[in-house]
T-cell receptor, first 108, second 110 residues
Framework: QKEVEQDPGPLSVPEGAIVSLNCTYSNSAFQYFMWYRQYSRKGPELLMYTYSSGNKEDGRFTAQVDKSSKYISLFIRDSQPSDSATYLCAIGDYKLSFGAGTTVTVRA | DAGITQSPRHKVTETGTPVTLRCHQTENHRYMYWYRQDPGHGLRLIHYSYGVKDTDKGEVSDGYSVSRSKTEDFLLTLESATSSQTSVYFC?????????FGPGTRLTVT
C-alpha cells in the first residue's frame, strides 16, 4: 500500500466551477500536509501548507485536513483556465511522500 | 525559485554509461533531496542529505548514489544507466519542512 493515495483524475471542468481534489494517507504520525501545483514541464511549486487538522483558506483555495480519517482535500473556487495544472498532495515531515497527482483542465 | 539550479537540464545517454546530475543551491539550506517523477507514480524520493557528507536513502535508491561535499552542491550519480532510469529528476531544498524544487533534469536512457 502506498503511503499516499491520490484520486488520479484527470478532471475537466468549466470555468467558474469548484474543483475538489483528495488524498488519503496511511501513516498517522504525519503532521505536515501540503499541496503543490505543477505546470507542464516545470517543477512543482507550493500552493498550500497546513499543520494538523482543520481548514486553511488562501484566496480561492481551501485546504482541509481530517487526521481522524487520514484524508486531505483541496478546493478551488471560481476556477480559471490558469488553474489548469497537475496538483500533487504531499504529506510527511522532513521527508515528504507525494500522491501521484491529479491533472486538472479548466475549460474557458 | 529558492535559488536552485540543476545541470544539465536535458541529457540523452546510452545504457550502461555513468551519469551525474548536479544540484546547486545559493541559500545555505541544510536539507537537500533528489526525486524522480514518472507518469502514474508522482514524485518518489531517491536520496536526501541532511548536511555535508550526511546522506540517506529514499524509497527508490537502487542504482543511484549521491554525494555532498559542500553545502551548496548535491550530486546524483547513476552508476550504470538503465532504460528504467529514464525520468525527470528534481532536486529540492527544505525550508521549515516545505520543499522547494529546482527546474528539473529530463534524462533519457537509450
Amino acid at each position: 500500500q502506498k503511503e499516499v493515495e491520490q484520486d488520479p483524475g484527470p478532471l475537466s471542468v468549466p470555468e467558474g466551477a469548484i474543483v475538489s481534489l483528495n488524498c488519503t494517507y496511511s501513516n498517522s504520525a504525519f503532521q505536515y500536509f501540503m499541496w503543490y501545483r505543477q505546470y507542464s514541464r516545470k517543477g512543482p511549486e507550493l500552493l498550500m501548507y497546513t499543520y494538523s487538522s482543520g481548514n486553511k483558506e488562501d484566496g480561492r483555495f481551501t485546504a482541509q485536513v481530517d487526521k481522524s480519517s487520514k484524508y486531505i482535500s483541496l478546493f478551488i473556487r471560481d476556477s480559471q483556465p490558469s488553474d489548469s495544472a497537475t496538483y500533487l498532495c504531499a504529506i510527511g515531515d522532513y521527508k515528504l511522500s507525494f500522491g501521484a497527482g491529479t491533472t486538472v483542465t479548466v475549460r474557458a | 525559485d529558492a535559488g536552485i539550479t540543476q545541470s544539465p537540464r536535458h541529457k540523452v545517454t546510452e545504457t550502461g554509461t555513468p551519469v551525474t546530475l548536479r544540484c546547486h543551491q545559493t541559500e545555505n539550506h541544510r536539507y537537500m533531496y533528489w526525486y524522480r517523477q514518472d507518469p502514474g507514480h508522482g514524485l518518489r524520493l531517491i536520496h536526501y542529505s541532511y548536511g555535508v557528507k550526511d546522506t540517506d536513502k529514499g524509497e527508490v535508491s537502487d542504482g543511484y548514489s549521491v554525494s555532498r561535499s559542500k553545502t551548496e552542491d548535491f550530486l546524483l550519480t547513476l552508476e550504470s544507466a538503465t532504460s528504467s532510469q529514464t525520468s525527470v529528476y528534481f532536486c529540492a531544498i527544505s525550508e521549515d519542512r516545505v520543499l522547494y524544487f529546482g527546474p528539473g533534469t529530463r534524462l533519457t536512457v537509450t
